[in-house]
Every structure is written in structure tokens, then in C-alpha cells.
């Protein structure tokens, strides 16, 4: 189920490359594990290619900004 939806998550991240979704859904995968970020503190991670910028508000993650290289 995780999975899914963040697969849905990449989908929807339509403004980069199909071929860079895999490393997107790999930086959402690894910032649902940051346990440190919190409001207003915001927090990158950067992958070969692309990048999220986000927030941690308690139990949801909001990416403020989302590119890549390519």
C-alpha cells in the first residue's frame, strides 16, 4: 500500500522527467523517515538528479519544491 501511494505521489509530480520518477519516489520514500524536521524548519534531499524541498507539520510531509537536473 505504501507503495502505491507513493507511486501516486511521483505521478502527479508531472513537470519532471517519466525516467526521474523512480529517484523521486526513492526521496519521498527516505523524508518519511525524517524524524528530526519539523515546522517552520524546512529540509532538503537531494538524489543523483533530483531534489525535494519539504516540511514536516506532526504526521504529514509537505514537498515545497520539487526538480530535476535533467
Known amino acids: ?3 502505491e501511494l507513493i ?3 511521483a505521478d502527479v509530480l508531472f513537470d ?3 525516467e526521474t520518477h523512480e529517484e523521486i519516489i526513492t526521496l519521498i520514500d527516505a523524508v518519511t523517515r525524517d524524524s528530526e ?3 517552520p524548519n524546512l529540509a532538503a534531499a537531494f538524489g543523483e538528479w533530483c531534489w525535494l ?3 514536516v507539520h ?3 510531509i509537505e514537498v515545497l ?3 530535476c537536473a535533467r
Do not use: I, K, L
Open 1 to 3: 500500500m505504501r507503495v
Open 7 to 9: 507511486q501516486q505521489a
Open 16 to 18: 519532471v522527467p517519466d
Open 37 to 39: 524536521t519539523s515546522a
Open 53 to 55: 524541498v519539504y516540511t
Open 58 to 60: 506532526g504526521d504529514v
Open 65 to 67: 519544491d520539487v526538480g
